[in-house]
């Protein structure tokens, strides 16, 4: 078994460190790189910074291979009920598959709705951009406000942020937060004759959603006291209609999506609406095909070369093996400021599971905690901890190798920087010349130098992947985002868990309906623990009426 094996080969490895590594193989880099092109665009995956030989890739992918992960991976292109706990297909893919090729749900091939729906997107974002659709009182729209939270929020805000450069005129914001103060800061800047709100939401029953939405139509109507017009300034994407029909919006203006599309992998289905009304369809339609280079590479690569697979296997690596507990993900890029944010959710929320597929426990613990920041930031706020802190975090560093902005000297130095943190990361700094260093200066006694060289000595083997792009583009964006997706269903199938439910989010959900109306309730909580009752008072105090 390569469990074992893999067991065997950690203790053998656990203390060698990636700077002798590199000394004793000159073609590491080269050996521990892929590269994917795409059109003009290219994706190179350098994971030579990892605490990994020639031996430790062979053992995962023989561990991957047990796991029959190859078997896994055409299950879900192939349109498998592989969500079992819901009892669906999981096919985003199916959202990119611009060539048609059938794709069966049930035996009926989806391919024919998603080309539709497309088509309704191509159609409707074309004639709000170009200014044929107009508001209640003739005008153009200049302000598009997706209103949605989660899956129908993050992705596009950060697919919108990512592609500024290719945005036009139309502005787009997004509503997600049930804090009246995210509603009330985005309607201050409409004009409710130019603005166009999207309800995005895959079940049209999500509290935040609906209830941001029920007041994004009052402001709207106290404005314009036109119920009849609402048409022209609302639509939605949704898999419910009934539900977006007793709104009050035109289903002709419905974008529809199917159940087999995941909240979290949903921005390439009409939740993208945003996204193609901001940048226009043609450029989403380039994101898409970005996306879907990376499905093809993820289902045709051999594993060794396969970009989501080694990526996957290094999470499960550094999780199951050296316990590490969290994922730092660093884009050298300010267009990806949102980046790490969006992948919170598709990372944490598909494999922060503790049951397995057959109903047992887990035996590993899973799912990374995901976080970071862009660019230098970060380096100035946490980066001392993954340099010299007690745990090992694991971390991917995004690289454009070009900038939409070449402002003087500035991407240089960020690209001097992302390369630094990496180097710095795996080499380290020794004591030794940490000592020799300050002896050199001469400004030390030989005992203040044995106090203070510990605190600047660097460990180093701190492991990082390079993820480069040529640039951040519509189409390597879309590589990327389908490469964390598939990275994520690598590890889930490897945890033997359901990467496509998130049933943890519900008790939340529950307890947040029955402690509401207690909020304005005229007596006293009682119905639950002292701390929460406590709680629930104290909100009452300033809420009901009564109380006052
Ligand atoms: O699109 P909906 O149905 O409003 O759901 C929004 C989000 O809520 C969740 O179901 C749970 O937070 C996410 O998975 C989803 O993306």
Redesign the pocket.
């Known amino acids: 078994m390569s469990l074992e094996a893999l067991k065997q080969h950690y203790e053998q490895i656990k203390n060698v460190h990636m700077r002798d590594m590199f000394a004793q193989d000159h073609n590491r880099a080269a050996k521990f790189s892929v590269r994917l092109d795409s059109e003009s665009d290219f994706m190179v995956f350098d994971y030579s910074k990892n605490r990994v030989t020639e031996e430790t890739m062979n053992l995962l992918l023989r561990f991957a291979r047990e796991k029959q992960l190859n078997e896994h991976i055409e299950a879900m292109f192939r349109g498998d009920a592989i969500n079992t706990t819901e009892k669906r297909a999981v096919l985003h893919t199916a959202l990119r598959n611009l060539t048609g090729t059938p794709v069966l749900v049930d035996g009926k091939n989806v391919m024919p709705d998603v080309m539709a729906v497309l088509a309704h997107m191509r159609e409707f974002s074309s004639a709000v951009r170009s200014g044929r659709w107009l508001g209640y009182t003739g005008k153009p729209i200049t302000d598009v406000v997706n209103i ?7 992705g596009p805000v950060m697919v919108t942020e990512a592609l500024k450069p290719y945005s036009g005129q139309i502005r787009a914001h997004f509503v997600s937060n049930v804090d009246g103060t995210h509603i009330a800061e985005v309607t201050k800047k409409l004009n409710p004759e130019t603005c166009l709100f999207i309800i ?7 509290q ?2 609906m209830t941001n939405a029920a007041s994004a139509r009052s402001w709207w109507l106290d404005h314009t006291h036109a119920p009849e017009m609402v048409k022209r300034h609302f639509v939605a994407v ?1 898999t419910n209609t009934k539900a977006v029909r007793e709104f009050g919006i035109d289903t002709a203006n419905m974008f529809e999506f199917w159940d087999w599309v ?3 992998y ?1 921005l390439w289905s009409a ?1 993208g609406l945003s996204i193609c009304l901001s940048v226009g369809y043609e450029w989403f339609e380039e994101l898409l095909r970005g996306a879907e280079a990376m499905d093809r590479h993820f289902r045709t690569a051999p594993l060794e070369q396969n970009i989501p697979v080694l990526m996957g296997m290094l999470g499960i690596w550094y999780n199951d093996f050296f316990h590490c507990e969290s994922h730092a993900v660093l884009p050298y890029d300010q267009y990806l400021h949102r980046f790490a944010a969006y992948l919170q ?1 598709l990372d944490m ?1 598909s494999n922060g599971k503790h049951i397995r597929l057959d109903g047992s426990p887990v035996e590993v613990p899973t799912g990374a905690v995901v976080w970071g920041e862009a660019g230098t930031n970060g380096q100035h706020a946490f980066y001392q901890l993954i340099h010299q802190g007690t745990h090992v975090i694991p971390a991917d560093f995004v690289m454009p190798l070009e900038t939409h902005n070449p402002v003087g000297p500035h991407h240089a130095m960020l690209m001097s920087n992302c390369i630094a943190q990496t180097e710095a990361l795996m080499v380290g700094k020794s004591l030794e010349t940490v000592k020799a260093e300050l002896r050199a200066e001469g400004k030390l006694s030989a005992s203040e130098i044995e106090v203070l060289a510990p605190h600047k000595t660097f460990d180093g083997n701190r492991p990082t992947n390079t993820i480069v792009l040529r640039k951040v583009t519509p189409r390597s964006l879309g590589m990327l985002i389908a490469l964390y997706e598939h990275k994520v269903f690598v590890e889930g199938i490897m945890w033997g868990i359901n990467s496509f439910d ?1 049933w943890g ?1 519900e008790l939340g ?1 529950v307890l947040a309906k029955a402690i509401l109306p207690e909020l304005t309730a005229p007596s006293f909580a009682h119905g639950h623990d002292a701390s929460t009752n406590a709680l629930i008072d104290l909100v009452r105090s300033k809420m009901a009426p009564s109380a006052r």
């Open positions: 949605g939270i989660g899956g129908s929020d993050l995005s939401s895959k079940t049209f029953t999500t935040e959603t949704s995941g909240g979290r949903s939740i959710q929320e998130q989010v959900k």
